[in-house]
């Protein structure tokens, strides 16, 4: 239900709407790709996993039709043509009120990069050359939606203080760069890129053993405003 990097798939959704006790009211609409899922006209086939009683989905406001959900909490909709603008999938209760509402959009082109700190557990990092950060990059738009069809070349690099990075990865499993394409002793020139994917991509940074301070990542692409993010060791 992840990718090779840690983020999740749309399939994930499905525990999500089966398990969770917050499953009555979640929904989620897929594809989660709105931009270029197929050409335009093509047909898609669109998704609301959901724990509701039943669900609708829209495209550009048009209903595709109000259905019961079955057994395992997926909503199906066939031979959807493509339109861009918005997909929508609203969750009813029993009652057929209104308990969720889950919306996809086309976006507009890539803009800049939005470089953010994975929170997992204690809020400082050791300086012992072992404990690593993890960040998340995005690739947005001029409004700060994740543009999922970018693929722009990344660029990262520790700008500030005691940590070096340790590893890249962008989920895309026919990416066969390796995860420590920096490293000077692979062939890639010693530059620590990768290229985004769905929008995504993720980066690992090392501290340094004795070396306590605040350690900045920042990443860069052609044509996109730069993104940058910190984390502290002690």
Do not use: C, H
Not at 1 to 19: C, P, Q, T, V
Not at 81 to 109: C, E, I, K, R
Not at 225 to 232: N, V, W, Y
């Amino acid at each position: 239900m992840l990718d090779i990097a840690g983020f999740e798939k749309d399939s994930a959704a499905y525990y999500r709407a089966n398990w969770l006790p917050t499953s009555p009211t979640f929904v989620k609409v897929v594809p989660s790709d709105w931009n270029s899922p197929v050409p335009v006209g093509g047909l898609v086939t669109v998704r609301a996993f959901t724990g509701a009683a039943s669900a609708e989905a829209f495209v550009n406001g048009v209903s595709l039709g109000k259905q019961v959900v079955p057994a395992f909490q997926i909503a199906t909709w066939k031979n959807v043509p493509f339109q861009p603008g918005n997909l929508t999938a609203v969750a009813y209760d029993v009652n057929g009120a209104v308990v969720g509402t889950s919306v996809v959009a086309t976006t507009g082109a890539a803009t800049a990069l939005v470089v953010s700190l994975v929170s997992v557990g204690a809020p400082t990092y050791a300086a012992d050359g072992q404990d690593v950060a993890i960040f998340t990059v995005q690739v947005v738009d001029a409004a700060g939606a994740v543009v999922t069809d970018a693929r722009p070349q990344l660029t990262f690099s520790v700008t500030s203080g005691p940590g070096t990075i340790y590893a890249l990865g962008n989920g895309d499993p026919s990416d066969l760069t390796p995860d420590k394409v920096g490293m000077p002793d692979l062939p890639y020139g010693g530059v620590w890129t990768r290229k985004a994917w769905m929008g995504y991509a993720r980066a690992v940074v090392q501290s340094q053993a004795g070396k306590p301070g605040s350690v900045t990542l920042t990443v860069s692409a052609p044509g996109l405003t730069s993104g940058s993010a910190s984390f502290t060791t002690q």
